[in-house]
Nanobody, 121 residues
Framework: QVQLVESGGGLVQPGGSLRLSCAAS????????MTWYRQAPGKQRDLVAS???????NYADSVKGRFTISRDIAKNTAYLEMNSLKPEDTAVYYC???????????????WGRGTQVTVSS
């Protein structure tokens, strides 16, 4: 059974930083790409940043220059370094693993349960 667990969320003041982690566990052979999404109350879930297994990345315009996505392929873990945080970054942050292959299984898509990030003074 595959699980994705996010951690690192919390309360931070505007201008502060947080580092989120997303650890995928189970009998995982490979993960094609991992993505961070966020969902603020009453709003849709939006893509924040994604990273492919070759290291290429993609960011939402609203976080470019402030957030950095990275991953440790050997640990099946993705990270989101968030700097210069703003109140509008407040949301639940979700991790997604796409093209995840277990040993002998087809590619599949998995979600974590999310971690709350609150930016407030």
């Amino acid at each position: 059974q595959v699980q994705l667990v996010e951690s690192g969320g919390g309360l931070v003041q505007p201008g502060g930083s947080l580092r989120l982690s997303c650890a995928a566990s189970g009998k995982i052979f490979s993960i094609y790409f991992m993505t961070w999404y966020r969902q603020a109350p009453g709003k849709q879930r939006d893509l924040v940043a994604s990273i492919v297994d070759d290291g290429s990345t993609n960011y939402a315009d609203s976080v470019k220059g402030r957030f950095t996505i990275s991953r440790d392929i050997a640990k099946n873990t993705a990270y989101l370094e968030m700097n210069s945080l703003k109140p509008e970054d407040t949301a639940v942050y979700y991790c997604n693993a796409n093209g995840l292959r277990t040993l002998g299984g087809p590619p599949s898509n998995w979600w974590g349960r999310g971690t709350q990030v609150t930016v407030s003074s």
